[in-house]
């Protein structure tokens, strides 16, 4: 199985820019589908970027595509999340996960413990 571990996250000003890493403790991570996802109090979880596991094939949701880049280094087993002109309602836990599949019906089976990112106004 595998292990991941997000950092990054924190308290930023809103128009500001966080980098999100997911950082894999074994090289099976090169098999997988990555997907970043975040959670606001009181929300259901959010799919925010996935990234195929070749990284050839990305998604965007709609809400943060002009804003949020997800990318993938597998020579070192990690996985990001670029956020920038962030805004309060990106305030949420962000999660990186790990799943099996194609596009969207990926399933998803390793989960990190979640990074915290809030955006004051």
């Known amino acids: 199985q595998v292990q991941l571990a997000e950092s990054g996250g924190g308290l930023v000003q809103a128009g500001g820019s966080l980098r999100l890493s997911c950082a894999a403790s074994?090289?099976?991570?090169?098999?997988?589908?990555v997907g970043w996802f975040r959670q606001a109090p009181g929300k259901e979880r959010n799919l925010v970027a996935r990234?195929?596991?070749?990284?050839?094939?990305?998604f965007v949701a709609s809400s943060v595509a002009r804003r949020f880049t997800i990318s993938r280094d597998n020579a070192q087993n990690r996985a990001y999340l670029q956020m920038n002109t962030l805004k309060p309602d990106d305030t949420a836990v962000y999660y990186c996960?790990?799943?099996?599949?194609?596009?969207?019906?990926?399933?998803?089976?390793?989960w990190g413990q979640g990074t915290q990112v809030t955006v004051s106004s």
């Open positions: 990234i195929s596991a070749d990284g050839d094939t990305t």
């Open positions: 074994s090289r099976t991570f090169t098999n997988y589908t």
């Open positions: 996960a790990l799943g099996l599949g194609f596009s969207s019906r990926v399933s998803y089976d390793y």
